[in-house]
């Protein structure tokens, strides 16, 4: 009896008959996630939150997810950029990454969420864009508006970062933020 792999997870005889099932292996690369809640943006922000590369290992980005909401309802632009240079400048806090498996090593990516603008933007690529609607914070029948993109799906890449000047970056392009926007942000990456 010849045994030969099949896709769907199955282990096929000759005569194609399953032979065993195996299930979808455990994934064993270290993954981290940073998520940041009730962010209050500048009133003209620029870069707002970034996903900054390592000096050691190569990251790649899987998810980012953004779900904005403010005092009433509204619409506003968001843009991720790949950047291929650092930011300088700004005022930022850069702690809270979890680990997905408590016996990972520490991340070494870095998150930037910033409350000042950077002074310069690095030098980087639009790489996605979206116009959200912001639901009211008073339930008002206008739902709450998610948007969730995941990278390395159906045989593509990650998004890959390699090295400190790298990053992905989640922009606003300096548009006037309305009366009490607030955004919710999720970073889930692997490092390798």
Known sequence: MSISSH???????????????????????????????????????????????????????TKFEITPTATANGTLDFYIYKRTAANTGGTFATDGIAKNDSLNVDSTA??????????SLGTGQLIRGRRMSLACKTPNGIPVQEWVEEFGNNNQQPMVLRGVGESLCINMNGQTMPSGAEFYFTFEWVEL
């Open 7 to 61: 896709n769907n997870n199955q282990t096929l005889d000759n005569g194609a008959i399953p032979v065993r099932t195996v299930f979808g292996a455990v994934p064993t690369s270290p993954t981290y996630t940073a998520t940041r809640a009730d962010v209050t943006p500048a009133a003209t922000p620029t870069d707002i939150i970034l996903l900054m590369g390592s000096a050691t290992k190569t990251i790649m980005v």
């Open 110 to 119: 870095t998150i930037k969420l910033y409350s000042a603008n950077p002074s």
